[in-house]
């Protein structure tokens, strides 16, 4: 699969079935994550890889209802970081734009290798951060819950996420994100 591929399949599915997460899984994701580009190399992303099944009960404590599906992943990745890891310059933080694109790598080479890493934004930070032994300071910017595609709609997705396990949520076209030579403020599509 090529990187163009991985793109096109990736999706966010909730409907997981269980994968074996090994040290070498582990590895391959973070490795592929590193190999991110950062303002002047600073590498400012951390992960805590979160397979235990006694880790994981605890830190499904920190998912709200909305995303109770993610208990059953197989792995959570805490994706954090803080200002003062990589470049601030003229008022731009540049360490969540850094991290973010680690991340992305992540998600992209476990597509590759044919699982569902879904990214989500809905959770308590201070929750994940006691059970991880995350620092203040630090912020946790995303949990990617990680496990292969269920062939089956469960039925403990809602009524709206099971819908969008089936159809590819649309997206916009380019002219409804996209400007040419200068930015317009017009929103088409």
């Known amino acids: 699969m090529n990187v163009s591929d991985a793109i096109r399949e990736?999706?966010?599915?909730?409907s997981l079935d269980p994968v074996e997460i090994?040290?070498?899984?582990i590895n391959d994701l973070a490795w592929h994550a590193g190999m991110s580009a950062s303002c002047f190399n600073n590498q400012p992303w951390r992960f805590v890889f979160v397979r235990d099944p006694a880790v994981l009960e605890q830190l499904h404590q920190a998912l709200p209802r909305g995303n109770a599906w993610?208990?059953?992943?197989?792995?959570?990745?805490a994706v954090f970081s803080r200002p003062e890891d990589d470049c601030i310059i003229r008022g731009r933080q540049y360490n969540l734009f850094d991290t973010g694109m680690a991340a992305a790598f992540l998600?992209?080479?476990?597509?590759?290798l044919g699982l569902v890493?879904?990214?989500?934004?809905?959770?308590?930070?201070?929750?994940?951060?006691?059970?991880?032994?995350?620092?203040?300071?630090?912020?946790?910017?995303?949990?990617i819950n990680v496990g292969r595609h269920a062939e089956k709609v469960y039925d403990y997705l809602s009524d709206d996420q099971k819908e969008s396990e089936l159809v590819r949520p649309e997206r916009l076209p380019f002219e409804g994100f996209?400007?040419?030579d200068r930015y317009t403020g017009e929103v088409k599509g």
Request: no cysteine.
């Open 178 to 180: 996209a400007y040419i």
């Open 10 to 14: 990736r999706r966010a599915y909730r």
């Open 22 to 25: 090994t040290d070498e899984l």
């Open 70 to 77: 993610a208990r059953h992943a197989s792995m959570i990745i």
């Open 117 to 143: 890493a879904h990214p989500i934004g809905g959770y308590k930070e201070d929750v994940a951060k006691q059970v991880l032994g995350i620092p203040e300071g630090m912020q946790v910017i995303t949990l």
């Open 107 to 112: 998600i992209l080479r476990a597509t590759e």
